[in-house]
T-cell receptor
Framework: EPEVTQTPSHQVTQMGQEVILRCVPISNHLYFYWYRQILGQKVEFLVS????????KSEIFDDQFSVERPDGSNFTLKIRSTKLEDSAMYFCASSEYRGDQGYTFGSGTRLTVV | GENVEQHPSTLSVQEGDSAVIKCTYSDSASNYFPWYKQELGKRPQLIID?????GEKKDQRIAVTLNKTAKHFSLHITETQPEDSAVYFC???????????FGAGTILRVKS
């Protein structure tokens, strides 16, 4: 079964540092998403991406966040200057159609900001 | 925007009993309602979903019902097993299907 792959599985970074979280969506999927989950809380939408541009973003996705699809396979989330409150599990997801079809989550990157 | 409420926050059942988790949503334009199971430290995994043109859907021991008028949908798990223990999230997606709005989750414990 096709999978969404995320690397690294765990990232520890110092406050103020930049981090890049990487995702390889399923190859025939066209829609890409980032979600985050603070420990013990619900999954929250960050951003959706289609046709090489952001299609929607949440209030959480402020200027310190950016996404990019630098080549035909990777989809990255960059956090420019990390804060303690950015510590969370970040999930990438992809879907072949708009979000109501075959929405597949990656295994997540646990980001710890110290 | 859409808001999804989920109840209960925790649910303990005896093995073999049924479990029911309920969600309500606020946006009448939402038309896709998936349920995810999440084990500790793992990714959310889709277990069943329902679209607004259907009132009920069943897959073996799992069923989902949708009441569009009342804007609520429920997950039903019959003959629960210890391996059903996990956190369950409901979610809703609007007409544009661009994002999922999740409920707060239900910790299900199945006691053997």
């Amino acid at each position: 079964e096709p999978e969404v792959t995320q690397t690294p599985s765990h990232q520890v970074t110092q406050m103020g540092q930049e981090v890049i979280l990487r995702c390889v969506p399923i190859s025939n999927h066209l829609y890409f998403y980032w979600y985050r989950q603070i420990l013990g809380q619900k999954v929250e939408f960050l951003v959706s991406f289609y046709n090489n541009e952001i299609s929607e973003k949440s209030e959480i996705f402020d200027d310190q966040f950016s996404v990019e699809r630098p080549d035909g396979s990777n989809f990255t989330l960059k956090i420019r200057s990390t804060k303690l409150e950015d510590s969370a599990m970040y999930f990438c997801a992809s879907s072949e159609y708009r979000g109501d079809q075959g929405y597949t989550f990656g295994s997540g990157t646990r980001l710890t900001v110290v | 925007g859409e808001n999804v409420e989920q109840h209960p926050s925790t649910l303990s059942v005896q093995e073999g009993d049924s479990a029911v988790i309920k969600c309500t949503y606020s946006d009448s334009a939402s038309n896709y309602f998936p349920w995810y199971k999440q084990e500790l430290g793992k990714r959310p995994q889709l277990i069943i979903d329902i679209r607004s043109n259907v009132g009920e859907k069943k897959d073996q021991r799992i069923a989902v019902t949708l009441n569009k008028t009342a804007k609520h949908f429920s997950l039903h798990i019959t003959e629960t097993q210890p391996e059903d223990s996990a956190v369950y999230f409901c979610a809703a997606s609007g007409w544009d299907g661009n994002k999922l709005v999740f409920g707060a989750g239900t910790i299900l414990r199945v006691k053997s």
